[in-house]
């Protein structure tokens, strides 16, 4: 599975982005199921932000609960996280994977928040 993370960028604290994670098997058709947000600042290990399931079931990090909604395309080929009044310590690279890293990492979309 191909993971393409995008729509990352600088943005001001209290400010939004929308971050989308594209998933596909080269030359097949692949529908996504499970699957979650993760995030790694500098220095410090990858962290799980949200997971959505493939009934729709959501969990997230207690840290973005209220602010972050993880959602899928009607078509489960596509992942988003809506994150919204962003605070500095948001900043990160953000991936997309299956529950526990299923699938090779992606090469992420950084995230910094401005204070």
């Known amino acids: 599975v191909q993971l393409v993370e995008s729509g990352g960028g600088l943005v001001q604290a209290g400010g939004s982005l929308r971050l989308s994670c594209a998933a596909s098997?080269?030359?097949?058709?692949?529908?996504?199921?499970?699957m979650g947000w993760y995030r790694q600042a500098p220095g410090k290990q990858r962290e799980v932000v949200a997971i959505i399931s493939g009934g729709g079931n959501t969990n997230y990090a207690e840290s973005v609960k209220g602010r972050f909604t993880i959602s899928i395309d009607s078509a489960r080929t596509t992942v988003y996280l809506q994150m919204n009044n962003l605070k500095p310590e948001d900043s990160a690279v953000y991936y997309c994977n299956g529950p526990s890293g299923t699938y090779a990492w992606g090469q992420g979309t950084r995230v910094t928040v401005s204070s």
């Open positions: 098997i080269p030359g097949k058709g692949f529908r996504i199921n499970n």
